[in-house]
């Protein structure tokens, strides 16, 4: 792993998300490694030559946050980089940020797949208008360790329980569905005691993780190679319509709150 430390003059981006105005990532990588990470076309930018996984670039920036300049902003920590990636615990750049933030009258938003969060909660009590998501796409620790080296799942849904129990508004973000893999209903049965609201995406497949994901099925889930092969190379959507019905009459029938985060423009030719 190559630890770079850079200096930046500000840890807010303007955001091109729905749902944010500025983005804060206070590391470039994530040595969580997931194989499907959309965020692997960072390294292209920053002229890392090693594999996505294998460097982290910590940001360090010595200009407090300009907490006027958020005031009624959406905040997104960790859009492209999970902000509590392992190298926190050394580096604390993102507890440093949230420590900022507790003044702040912005909305801030988390994302992360990692138990580390936990280590936070006394300031993450104390940030007025705050969310944490935490994303789980399957219940299966072998399926989740196939794909990424992020906590277990165990532990992150632990990591929502303490959440919640300390009021702390939470999202579980089922994401991304692997067709067939992803049983959402069984995701939300175990967790719906510690969740406010629950975010799908499909699975995206780009280059350069597409090629790996198909052998993947191909090898460990052989009968369902021609359903991903409808979907991913021929690109028949049908499967993700006839999913997201599912997930809106689920939900609405379960009375769960839920946003809907499927992009079907983008699995089209
Ligand atoms: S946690 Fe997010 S940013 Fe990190 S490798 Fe996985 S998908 Fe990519």
């Known amino acids: 792993m190559k630890v770079n430390i850079i200096n930046v003059h500000n840890y807010l981006s303007v955001s ?51 907490l006027k300049k958020i005031k009624n902003k959406k905040i997104f920590l960790g859009s492209v980089t999970d902000c509590y990636n392992d190298f926190e615990k050394e580096f604390k750049i993102t507890q440093n940020i949230l420590k900022q933030l507790i003044n702040s009258d912005a909305e801030i938003s988390i994302s992360t797949k990692n138990k580390l969060i936990i280590r936070d909660i006394e300031i993450l009590k104390n940030i007025k208008n705050l969310t944490v998501c935490i994303s789980i796409n399957t219940l299966d620790e072998t399926f989740k360790n196939d794909m990424d080296k992020a906590s277990s799942i165990e532990d992150r849904i632990k990591s929502l329980k303490i959440l919640h129990e300390n009021k702390i508004k939470t999202v579980c973000f ?96």
């Open 174 to 269: 089922i994401s991304p569905i692997f067709p067939i893999l992803t049983d959402f209903k069984s995701i939300i049965e175990q967790t719906k005691n510690y969740c406010d609201e629950y975010w799908f995406e499909n699975l995206n497949l780009r280059y350069p993780y597409r090629i790996e994901i198909l052998n993947y099925i191909k090898n460990k889930h052989p009968n369902l190679y021609p359903l991903y092969k409808n979907i991913f190379i021929d690109n028949d959507i049908t499967f993700w319509q006839n999913l997201e019905k599912e997930i809106t009459n689920y939900c609405l029938s379960n009375k769960i709150n839920f946003k809907n985060y499927f992009y079907h423009e983008k699995i089209k030719k």
């Open 16 to 66: 091109k998300l729905p749902d944010s105005d500025f983005v804060i990532n206070p590391y470039i990588g994530c040595p969580h490694s997931c194989k499907y990470c959309y965020a692997s076309f960072m390294k292209k930018f920053t002229n890392h030559c090693e594999n996505w996984g294998d460097f982290i670039d910590v940001k360090i920036c010595n200009t407090p946050i300009n």
